[in-house]
């Protein structure tokens, strides 16, 4: 597999104003390194225990993503090289985001995780969780937390229609916090949507941000140390 290869491929698909976010979830550096060399700058992974060597041992002009589920005792290891966050689903999530902020004196990106699917295992706020976590004085008050954008995952189904259809209340619900709450902020402006087996669909639903792993690395191998 000719990683330089895929990822022209799937850039060629993407238009001007969508980045892609290449998951790189039990890939070794040197794999990674392969995609740097063909010009990736953007890595997603979805542990902090992989985030944070693969961090310490690649360049550092890597813009590293947290793209998976994260636990408020592990928020400390990420917080002071971590571009963006992904899947901020919890107030407890936020407040310890704030917390690690103060500390380090930095304003940490945040996404806010909205759940589309139609399938328990997913994480993060429905519609109306989410205008009442933004109306919040708590929310308002926070001042190193700086949510840009919003992340969700479609259902894993074949359903295109279906896929379509949970994009497009995601891209719903952005256009409504950026009518009302977010209408003054040009910061937010991400959304956050589409993997290997449904990028095209989430581009054409307004996604900004592909996260596509295996489309660009291969089938994950978790059996590889990192």
Known sequence: MNIATNIKSVLSE?????RLVAISKTKTVDEIMEAYNAGQRIFGENKVQELVPKYEQL????????????????????????????????????????????????????????????EETKFGFNEQELLELIATPSFKAFQHVKVIGLMGMASFTDNEEQIRSEFRHLA??????????????????EISMGMSSDYKIAVEEGSTLVRVGSKIFGDRNYSKKN
């Open 14 to 18: 993407l238009p001007s104003n969508t």
């Open 172 to 189: 719903n619900i952005f256009q409504k916090l950026k009518a009302s709450t977010f209408r003054n902020d040009n910061g937010f402006k």
């Open 59 to 118: 360049p550092k002009d890597i813009e590293w993503h947290l793209v998976g589920h994260l636990q408020t005792n592990k928020v400390k290891y990420i917080a002071n090289f971590v571009h963006l966050i992904h899947s901020v689903d919890s107030l407890s999530l936020i407040m310890e985001i704030e917390k690690q902020g103060i500390k380090l004196n930095r304003i940490i990106n945040c996404l806010l995780q909205v759940y589309i699917a139609k």
